[in-house]
Structures are given as structure tokens and as C-alpha cells.
Nanobody, 121 residues
Framework: VQLQASGGGSVQAGDSLRLYCDASGRTVSTVGWFRQAPGNEREFVAAMNWRGSRKLYHDVVKGRFTISRDNRNLTVYLTMNNLKPEDSAVYYC?????????????????WGQGTLVTVSS
């Protein structure tokens, strides 16, 4: 499974941004988004099963971020609204072929290369 994350950029606080994760190769059962700010550990943001019937969100993004998938292709989105400076980080998409929806990094075997999001106050 190959994952390609894109869509990052520099925005102002309160703005919106949509991240894209293009998946190719084998089918996957779960996809997730994680982020890592300088000096911090990689943290969970959002995840879903491929059908979209189960979604998890970190409490700090709940109500602002939405994870979704395009049924026409293998693209997973992370729509981020009302961005805050503390959302600034490199965002990574991840996927696993067999696991359940997880908020743990070790729940995902495949990782994309990351896309940088910078939010200015």
C-alpha cells in the first residue's frame, strides 16, 4: 500500500484547509490521520474504517475536523475548519489492511510522507 499526503499549507487562524491522502496498491480496512509538531511525539487526529461507518476523533479536533473518503477513488480527506496555531504540525496519513479503527500509531502498517500545516495567529 502506498500513501501520498498533500494539501498542506500556511493559513491564518480561523481558516480552513483540506488534506488529501491518495492510496494505491492493496485495499485497506482502516485509514487515519496523525500529526507531529516539532519536539512532540506523533499524535492521533482522526481515523475511520474504509466503509465510513466508524470514525474516531481526538477530542481537541472534534467538531472542527472531519475525516471522509471519496467513494469514486482511493482518496481520504481531512477537512479542517477553524484552524488554530496549535494545529500546526506535519500531518501524516496512515492505513492498515486488517486492523480495527485505532488511535494508536502501531495500529497502522502503512504511512505516507507527511504534509506541513502552519497556522498563524
Amino acid at each position: 500500500v502506498q500513501l501520498q499526503a498533500s494539501g498542506g499549507g500556511s493559513v491564518q487562524a480561523g481558516d480552513s484547509l483540506r488534506l488529501y491522502c491518495d492510496a494505491s496498491g492493496r485495499t485497506v480496512s482502516t485509514v487515519g490521520w496523525f500529526r507531529q509538531a516539532p519536539g512532540n511525539e506523533r499524535e492521533f487526529v482522526a481515523a475511520m474504517n474504509w466503509r465510513g461507518s466508524r470514525k474516531l476523533y481526538h477530542d481537541v479536533v472534534k467538531g472542527r475536523f472531519t475525516i471522509s473518503r471519496d467513494n469514486r477513488n482511493l482518496t481520504v480527506y481531512l477537512t479542517m475548519n477553524n484552524l488554530k496555531p496549535e494545529d500546526s504540525a506535519v500531518y501524516y496519513c496512515a492505513a492498515d489492511q486488517w486492523g480495527l479503527v485505532s488511535d494508536k500509531t502501531d495500529g497502522y502498517k502503512y504511512w505516507g510522507q507527511g504534509t506541513l500545516v502552519t497556522v498563524s495567529s
